[in-house]
């Protein structure tokens, strides 16, 4: 079992940065693909970013590319989502996920969730 807990959201100015955390306890987080997901007002769950267990392979939503970077530091079982240049639209409520399978990365069909954390971007 694998527990997640995201941290690190507020409220942030439209074009500003924010860093978000998400710390995993339980067995081989070295061994397991992390994602980001958010949900946004008044619209289902939505796919982020993802990262191989490797820190390879990063995909991005067309959304967010060239804004958010994810990466990962296994050493603290910790995945991070940057996130740059930031919008209204980018409100909303964010969750770590991670899977054991790389295909369950490409269908977004993720094993274990965080309870979210809010990033509101308004002046």
């Known amino acids: 079992q694998v527990q997640l807990v995201e941290s690190g959201g507020g409220l942030v100015q439209p074009g500003g940065s924010r860093r978000l955390s998400c710390i995993a306890s339980g067995r081989n987080f070295s061994l397991l693909h992390m994602g980001w997901f958010r949900q946004t007002p008044g619209q289902g769950r939505e796919f982020v970013a993802s990262i191989a267990w490797s820190g390879g392979a990063a995909d991005y939503a067309d959304s967010v590319k060239g804004r958010f970077t994810i990466s990962r530091d296994n050493a603290k079982n910790t995945v991070y989502l940057q996130m740059n240049s930031l919008k209204p639209e980018d409100t909303g409520v964010y969750y770590c996920?991670?899977?054991?399978?790389?295909?369950?990365?490409?269908?977004?069909?993720?094993?274990?969730w965080g309870h979210g954390t809010q990033i509101t971007v308004s002046s």
């Open positions: 996920a991670a899977a054991h399978f790389a295909q369950d990365v490409v269908t977004r069909n993720f094993d274990y």
